[in-house]
Nanobody
């Protein structure tokens, strides 16, 4: 069994920064692609950023130039550095990881950006 534990969410003013972390633990030999998704109230969950095991990245257009995804393979941890935050970034952010072709999700962490 694999567990994903997120941390780093909170309340920040517009223009501020936050850094999310997500660590994978359990029966892990290696972690495949990892990603961050978010879900705002009344909206569908959407992909924010993803990173492969060799650190190739992809971003949603809405966060390009403001968010940076990275990972530490030794720690099985993925990070999301969020800068220049906007009120529309307010959502629950979920960590995703693929381990041995199975998908795992974190419990979510709330990010609230005030105007």
């Amino acid at each position: 069994q694999v567990q994903l534990v997120e941390s780093g969410g909170g309340l920040v003013q517009a223009g501020g920064s936050l850094r999310l972390s997500c660590g994978a633990s359990g029966s892990i030999y290696s972690v495949g692609p990892m990603a961050w998704y978010r879900q705002a109230p009344g909206k569908q969950r959407e992909s924010v950023a993803s990173i492969t095991s060799d650190s190739s990245t992809n971003y949603a257009d809405s966060v390009k130039g403001r968010f940076t995804i990275s990972r530490d393979n030794k720690k099985n941890t993925v990070y999301l550095q969020m800068n220049s935050l906007k009120p529309e970034d307010t959502a629950v952010y979920y960590c995703y990881a693929a381990v041995r072709l199975r998908s795992y999700w974190g419990q979510g962490t709330q990010v609230t950006v005030s105007s």
